[in-house]
């Protein structure tokens, strides 16, 4: 069974900065793409930013240039170095593992950008 947990959430200043991080179980980590997903209020979660086995990287539109997805398959660890930081960016963010049938996610950690 695998299981994600993220952490490295919290309160930020606009334009301050932050960096996510997830631990995965099992042992399909380096096989696997992960994400990183964000939910704000009264919004449909929507994706950040992903990272193939390879290490192949897609962002949104929104966070291009001021967030960095990485990977470290020895830790089974993923990364979110989130810059610039605005209300916008305000949100849970969910990590996310997917191979094949697999779709694996934590439960979240919550972001709020405010002065």
């Known amino acids: 069974q695998v299981t994600l947990v993220e952490s490295g959430g919290g309160l930020v200043h606009p334009g301050g900065s932050l960096r996510l991080s997830c631990a995965a179980s099992g042992s399909i980590f380096s096989r696997s793409v992960m994400g990183w997903y964000r939910q704000a209020p009264g919004k449909q979660r929507e994706v950040v930013a992903t990272?193939?086995?390879?290490?192949?990287?897609n962002y949104a539109d929104a966070v291009k240039g001021r967030f960095t997805i990485s990977r470290d398959n020895a830790k089974n660890t993923v990364s979110l170095q989130m810059n610039s930081l605005n209300a916008d960016d305000t949100a849970v963010y969910f990590c996310n593992m997917r191979r094949f049938t697999l779709d694996v996610w934590g439960r979240g950690t919550q972001v709020t950008v405010s002065s």
């Open positions: 990272i193939t086995s390879s290490g192949d990287t």
